[in-house]
């Protein structure tokens, strides 16, 4: 980290010199001049292959994700200057950077450079980002394009085919990336085109067009489609989201039949679904039976278990799986404690079981301080609001704009206004948007 501080600080002070000098091989808008090494040149480190490991390059272009040409300008000059030789995992980070903020001709003159470089050729995960950043841009011709360049680079295969997929379905794409599998790319053949059906059915249940994720499933039965557990696995989370658990259920029970061997992760979407269309006993029955198959649970599986037994009204049956986590060595999450943190209701009883939580290593999230100052503020309890409040900073978490408008709610809710209007002008000055109020006379930026 001292390595690192080196090179910001005196990175910040030579940053006009590098503007001027290190990015002509990039784009000549950022220099009218070609760079010439010189033994004047004043560098960030001292210019041995020693002072930077590849580490130290991908920590450090890591710290200008959010700065594309701070993070070109330090790409260039460890190069030129350091004589550090770039890998294609650093060229690979770079990418990502300059994808980030769209600039595609700068990316593919990169990948120009990676093609002549033997110890930095253009990979799988290279495209990976292109696909990525282009689709996240909706440029899908472009996306679809840079498929189809990757047999300059012998990486037109099954594998980059995939990734161009999870990508435009993975910015809600799904429609292009439908048409380009089932219609365009028909005559294709792959060996595991189930993990591409699988991808593209992902994409509608990330789109919650459920009517769409029943006709693609429908449509892999047409197509001879061999489903997998992934597959499966999917689709009974469709059901469930999509309030028909019972269906899940049914898929179960169809699973079992064929033989199909679940995991962890599928039999988590059972016990779940189970629980709502048959109720929380028939999931602990299918919680008994993985065990018994030798199917280990996760903490997913406790939390399942214990939110359904909270929901039911189940309290100290909750406590009892709460404490057999520990024994079995599944230590409690965040969300194990959110679970009881939504049933109990006594300001009590919950802040105990918070102390507990933080007492135990587990760390609470700002959605964890937002929900408990919410849930005290309805209830009209303004002592517990702060001791969330002040835990919340000796945790050293800084409040967000929801941990903000949770406790000045609460303030409101009690008639202390100027106490409220205090927290809103802290709220300002650190930058967060208040919502209007009218007790507090604020008003929306837009009107």
Same mark, same amino acid.
């Given at each position: ?42 560098? #960030? ?49 770079? #990418? ?10 700068? #990316? ?63 910015? *809600? ?261 208040? *919502? ?9 930026? #837009?009107?």
């Amino acid at each position: 980290m001292a390595m690192l501080s080196l090179i910001s600080a005196r990175h910040r002070n030579s940053v006009r010199c590098i503007r001027r000098t290190l990015l002509y091989p990039f784009t000549e808008s950022f220099s009218t001049k070609p760079f010439k090494p010189s033994e004047q040149s004043n560098p #960030i480190i001292p210019p041995n292959s020693t002072s930077l490991d590849h580490s130290n390059v991908r920590q450090t272009l890591s710290c200008y994700a959010n700065d594309w040409k701070r993070a070109i300008e330090f790409f260039t000059w460890v190069q030129i200057q350091s004589g550090f030789n770039h890998t294609t995992d650093t060229y690979n980070g770079m #990418i990502d950077i300059l994808g980030k903020f769209f600039e595609f001709d700068l #990316i593919w003159d990169l990948i120009k450079r990676m093609k002549e470089d033997p110890i930095a050729y253009p990979n799988h995960v290279t495209f990976r980002i292109v696909f990525k950043r282009y689709a996240s841009a909706h440029l899908v011709e472009e996306a679809t394009n840079a498929y189809y360049r990757t047999e300059e680079f012998g990486l037109m295969d099954e594998t980059s085919y995939s990734n161009l997929i999870d990508a435009l379905c993975e910015y *809600k794409h799904v429609i292009e990336a439908e048409e380009l599998f089932l219609v365009k790319s028909r005559d294709l053949v792959f060996k595991d085109d189930v993990k591409i059906y699988n991808v593209i059915l992902r994409g509608w249940f990330k789109m919650g067009w459920w009517k769409k994720c029943r006709e693609f499933w429908e449509e892999m039965d047409r197509r001879g489609v061999c489903k997998s557990l992934y597959s499966y696995s999917i689709y009974m989370d469709i059901q469930c989201k999509s309030g028909k658990p019972w269906r899940a259920v049914k898929l179960y029970k169809e699973m079992k039949k064929k033989g199909i061997r679940l995991d962890v992760v599928a039999y988590n979407t059972v016990i779940h679904a189970i629980g709502l269309s048959e109720g929380v006993d028939f999931s602990i029955r299918v919680f008994r039976e993985m065990k018994e198959v030798g199917c280990e649970p996760n903490v997913v599986t406790y939390n399942t278990i214990v939110k359904l037994l909270c929901e039911n009204g189940r309290i100290r049956d909750a406590y009892r799986v709460f404490d057999q986590m520990r024994e079995k060595g599944c230590a409690p999450n965040v969300m194990t404690y959110h679970c009881f943190f939504g049933c109990l209701e006594k300001p009590k009883q919950i802040l105990s079981m918070f102390d507990r939580m933080i007492n135990r290593g587990v760390r609470p999230r700002m959605d964890t301080y937002v929900m408990l100052m919410k849930k005290f503020g309805r209830w009209g309890f303004l002592r517990p609001v702060f001791i969330v409040w002040e835990k919340m900073e000796e945790q050293g978490c800084s409040p967000d704009a929801s941990a903000y408008s949770a406790l000045i709610d609460a303030l409101v809710q009690k008639g202390l206004v100027d106490e409220a209007r205090i927290y809103e002008e802290e709220m300002l000055a650190k930058g967060l948007s208040p *919502k209007p109020r009218v007790d507090l006379g604020t008003k929306p930026l #837009i009107e």
